[in-house]
């Protein structure tokens, strides 16, 4: 069954449609294709357009992926606006930034789920691990909302959503294998593989469907001159396996049963150079993680439900050197396990559609070193969406109650209108209170981490409060065929925000801890575009202003650009050959200092060309090359090893029948 949908029909048909089609359950919004320009589904859990969704969103779709070499989420979202990629560590990891804030205010799901691993690594030895869980061959589409979803996700979404939706087996029976190597040109080794295969389709044909993803990942680690100390790594090895299953049972023609299970290892090794007291040590980290989910979803005569369970069990082996000299040469032995239920009634009332949900989440964490005893902590909330419209205005309007064991009780409201000004251009906006609980590392006066490189530790404070955030924004988005512009201005404002105890001139402690102290304050605008010249050829691009100020200290947010802009050119030489070229500027920011000052590092700018050759209708070829002209960061940059990757080409393949 396929749904079609689009912007040309009057308001009252719109209406119904987007009724109609929130009314499929997720797993089949994943599977069939809606003949939108984009479609999205994590701003309300309802199916949207991008121009009808109550919010600032954009999708990266599986064409998209195959485009160019994506190793997780963070190359995948890296062009989007709003987005900001950052080093997060000394040796290539990653975060993602969502206008301004830190990746701790961007909430990853995947299928509308949590993935969560802050716990088991704290943000103080740089976790990407949450970013690589997901296989990308098993990636349908990506939906990144950019603004506050408390409303509906609960703590954590102050900066925004990232939302993987994964590729859903139907009775078509489809197999395939990809493989993409990637070589550094400049500095020594850093040569990357990455190989995956798929099978899916029928096993009962429209009863039993499945799905069966594999991939692996090898990527050595590279040497640069740029970084501090010549034996340290500017970035780390990597070896990384992913299997992914889904069985969808299709009981009547009203409900389904979906299941799917992921199991990931992840194992990271890199020669760090932390400062003066150790020197160079190694950085040995291996995660292993397993997921299940269960749900099921019904229709029932203009009323869904779907009731699931997803289970996460996180352990992870942290052999670092900094680890083990801290406590005695012990390995590091830490498990985060995530059990989450939750419930939602979807249906039309008196001519609105109303969402329902509740959710029950717990949180089981031990660690050999940093914690007294094994820590349980509880989560509960119970949601409210209404959509209707007045007119030409769509109104989305909703609230969450969320309550934390340790934390209390936390309301999220959240009002979003989207004016249709044509068929084709709309004004939005809309405002959000949002909260982010601390973390169990932030919490537990029995955690601490090593800092300071070395010298000192920080413990966990058990008076913490919630962070909380106002956010508004404000915008107008048009879209005819090949063409789309947009403008959003936003703010938000944080209160009681969470930040670390650091050195500073006169103050060197070898005990610090996690206050709230601080209020944070970021807006800006962003604006964005895309004109299809013919079919042939096409042009993107989006440009990114933020202003993030520490309002406490009076001072910019580190690690924080003011300006980011993207340009895209996308032209198909030939029906066969299709090309893309990709600009990217990231403007001057403040980065923090070994000594706890902070420094402004200059722009820089990466310009990446890639191709796809469909040499038969079952193989492609893809071959490019990444930062074509090796551009380099300057000395502030390089002074803390933040180090941008040199100049690479990559080539590969897809085969698939």
Same mark, same amino acid.
């Given at each position: 069954?396929?749904?079609?949908?689009?912007?040309?029909?009057?308001?009252?048909?719109?209406?119904?449609?987007?009724?109609?089609?929130?009314?499929?359950?997720?797993?089949?919004?994943?599977?069939?294709?809606?003949?939108?320009?984009?479609?999205?589904?994590?701003?309300?859990?309802?199916?949207?357009?991008?121009?009808?969704?109550?919010?600032?969103?954009?999708?990266?779709?599986?064409?998209?992926?195959?485009?160019?070499?994506?190793?997780?989420?963070?190359?995948?979202?890296?062009?989007?606006?709003?987005?900001?990629?950052?080093?997060?560590?000394?040796?290539?990891?990653?975060?993602?930034?969502?206008?301004?804030?830190?990746?701790?205010?961007?909430?990853? !799901?995947?299928?509308?789920?949590?993935?969560?691993?802050?716990?088991?690594?704290?943000?103080?030895?740089?976790?990407?691990?949450?970013?690589?869980?997901?296989?990308?061959?098993?990636?349908?589409?990506?939906?990144?909302?950019?603004?506050?979803?408390?409303?509906?996700?609960?703590?954590?979404?102050?900066?925004?959503?990232?939302?993987?939706?994964?590729?859903?087996?139907?009775?078509?029976?489809? @197999?395939?294998?990809?493989?993409?190597?990637?070589?550094?040109?400049?500095?020594?080794?850093?040569?990357?593989?990455?190989?995956?295969?798929?099978?899916?389709? @029928?096993?009962?044909?429209?009863?039993? !469907?499945?799905?069966?993803?594999?991939?692996?990942?090898?990527?050595?680690?590279?040497?640069?001159?740029?970084?501090?100390?010549?034996?340290?790594?500017?970035?780390?090895?990597?070896?990384?396996?992913?299997?992914?299953?889904? !069985?969808?049972? !299709?009981?009547?023609?009203?409900?389904?049963? +979906?299941? +799917?299970?992921? &199991?990931?290892?992840? $194992?990271?090794?890199?020669?760090?150079?932390?400062? %003066?007291?150790?020197?160079?040590?190694?950085?040995?980290? /291996?995660?292993?993680?397993?997921?299940?989910?269960?749900?099921?979803?019904?229709?029932?005569?203009?009323? =869904?439900?779907?009731?699931?369970?997803?289970?996460?069990?996180?352990?992870?082996?942290?052999?670092?050197?900094?680890?083990?000299?801290?406590?005695?040469?012990?390995?590091?032995?830490?498990?985060?396990? =995530?059990?989450?239920?939750?419930?939602?009634?979807?249906?039309?009332?008196?001519?609105?559609?109303?969402?329902?949900?509740?959710?029950?989440?717990?949180?089981?964490?031990?660690?050999?070193?940093? %914690?007294?005893?094994?820590?349980?902590?509880?989560?509960?909330?119970?949601?409210?969406?209404?959509?209707?419209?007045?007119?030409?205005?769509?109104?989305?309007?909703?609230?969450?109650?969320? &309550?934390?064991?340790?934390?209390?009780?936390?309301?999220?409201?959240?009002?979003?209108?989207?004016?249709?000004?044509?068929?084709?251009?709309?004004?939005?906006?809309?405002?959000?209170?949002?909260?982010?609980?601390?973390?169990?590392?932030?919490?537990?006066?029995?955690?601490?981490?090593?800092?300071?490189?070395?010298?000192?530790?920080?413990?966990?404070?058990?008076?913490?409060?919630?962070?909380?955030?106002?956010?508004?924004?404000?915008?107008?988005?048009?879209?005819?065929?090949?063409?789309?512009?947009?403008?959003?201005?936003?703010?938000?404002?944080?209160?009681?925000?969470?930040?670390? $105890?650091?050195?500073?001139?006169?103050?060197?402690?070898?005990?610090?801890?996690?206050?709230?102290?601080?209020?944070?304050?970021?807006?800006?605008? /962003?604006?964005?575009?895309?004109?299809?010249?013919?079919?042939? %050829?096409?042009?993107? *691009?989006?440009?990114?202003?933020? +202003?993030? /100020?520490?309002?406490? @200290?009076?001072?910019?947010?580190?690690?924080?650009?003011?300006?980011? *802009?993207?340009?895209?050119?996308?032209?198909?030489?030939?029906?066969?050959?299709?090309?893309?070229?990709?600009?990217?500027?990231?403007?001057?920011?403040?980065?923090?200092?070994?000594?706890?000052?902070?420094?402004?590092?200059?722009?820089?700018?990466? %310009?990446?060309?890639?191709?796809?050759?469909?040499?038969?209708?079952?193989?492609?070829?893809?071959?490019?090359?990444?930062?074509?002209?090796?551009?380099?960061?300057?000395?502030?940059?390089?002074?803390?090893?933040?180090?941008?990757?040199?100049?690479?080409?990559?080539?590969?393949?897809?085969?698939?029948?």
């Amino acid at each position: 069954m396929s749904i079609a949908l689009n912007r040309g029909i009057s308001r009252p048909r719109h209406l119904s449609l987007t009724i109609l089609a929130s009314l499929m359950p997720l797993a089949a919004l994943a599977a069939e294709p809606v003949a939108l320009e984009q479609q999205v589904i994590t701003a309300t859990q309802t199916a949207h357009s991008e121009l009808s969704a109550p919010a600032s969103v954009s999708v990266v779709t599986r064409e998209e992926l195959e485009q160019r070499p994506v190793y997780n989420l963070a190359d995948a979202v890296k062009y989007l606006p709003g987005v900001q990629i950052n080093p997060s560590s000394t040796y290539g990891r990653k975060e993602i930034k969502l206008r301004g804030l830190d990746a701790d205010y961007t909430l990853l !799901l995947v299928n509308g789920r949590r993935i969560n691993s802050r716990d088991v690594l704290t943000s103080e030895y740089a976790n990407d691990f949450d970013l690589s869980s997901i296989p990308i061959a098993a990636i349908d589409r990506i939906e990144v909302i950019r603004g506050p979803m408390s409303s509906l996700y609960g703590a954590d979404a102050i900066g925004g959503v990232v939302n993987v939706i994964l590729l859903q087996p139907s009775n078509q029976t489809r @197999a395939g294998i990809a493989y993409t190597y990637e070589a550094p040109t400049v500095g020594d080794s850093g040569d990357s593989h990455k190989a995956s295969g798929y099978i899916s389709g @029928a096993l009962i044909e429209d009863k039993l !469907l499945g799905n069966l993803i594999v991939e692996g990942v090898d990527q050595a680690a590279w040497r640069s001159d740029q970084t501090v100390s010549s034996d340290a790594d500017a970035a780390e090895h990597r070896q990384a396996g992913s299997i992914y299953g889904s !069985l969808s049972w !299709l009981l009547d023609e009203r409900q389904t049963i +979906d299941v +799917d299970i992921t &199991h990931r290892q992840d $194992d990271r090794v890199a020669n760090w150079y932390p400062g %003066l007291r150790y020197g160079v040590v190694q950085n040995d980290q /291996e995660m292993e993680r397993t997921s299940f989910g269960l749900a099921h979803s019904g229709r029932w005569d203009g009323i =869904n439900s779907r009731l699931r369970y997803y289970y996460e069990d996180v352990e992870l082996t942290d052999g670092s050197e900094l680890m083990t000299r801290f406590n005695g040469n012990v390995v590091g032995q830490a498990e985060q396990q =995530n059990h989450t239920v939750d419930g939602q009634l979807s249906g039309i009332v008196a001519g609105q559609l109303l969402t329902v949900g509740a959710e029950r989440r717990r949180t089981e964490f031990s660690h050999n070193q940093n %914690l007294g005893t094994e820590t349980n902590v509880d989560q509960y909330a119970v949601f409210l969406q209404d959509e209707f419209s007045l007119g030409n205005l769509d109104v989305t309007l909703g609230g969450r109650w969320d &309550h934390h064991e340790a934390f209390g009780s936390e309301f999220s409201p959240r009002a979003y209108g989207v004016y249709n000004l044509t068929d084709n251009w709309v004004i939005k906006g809309g405002v959000g209170k949002s909260f982010k609980a601390p973390a169990i590392y932030q919490s537990d006066e029995t955690y601490s981490v090593a800092a300071c490189q070395g010298f000192c530790r920080v413990k966990g404070n058990a008076q913490l409060k919630p962070e909380t955030a106002i956010s508004y924004e404000l915008g107008t988005l048009y879209q005819n065929g090949g063409f789309e512009a947009g403008v959003t201005l936003f703010q938000t404002e944080i209160d009681d925000m969470i930040v670390s $105890d650091r050195w500073r001139a006169g103050y060197r402690p070898t005990l610090m801890t996690y206050s709230n102290i601080s209020t944070a304050r970021v807006r800006g605008y /962003e604006l964005l575009g895309r004109y299809a010249f013919d079919e042939t %050829l096409g042009l993107r *691009a989006n440009y990114t202003y933020s +202003d993030a /100020e520490d309002r406490e @200290a009076d001072a910019p947010l580190n690690n924080t650009p003011q300006h980011i *802009a993207n340009v895209g050119l996308d032209w198909r030489a030939v029906p066969a050959l299709a090309l893309n070229l990709d600009y990217q500027y990231v403007g001057s920011q403040w980065l923090s200092t070994p000594a706890g000052g902070a420094q402004e590092s200059g722009a820089f700018h990466v %310009l990446n060309l890639g191709s796809r050759y469909q040499a038969t209708p079952q193989l492609a070829l893809n071959a490019g090359m990444n930062n074509l002209t090796n551009e380099k960061r300057d000395d502030v940059a390089q002074s803390v090893d933040n180090i941008l990757m040199g100049r690479t080409v990559f080539v590969g393949f897809s085969y698939d029948i």
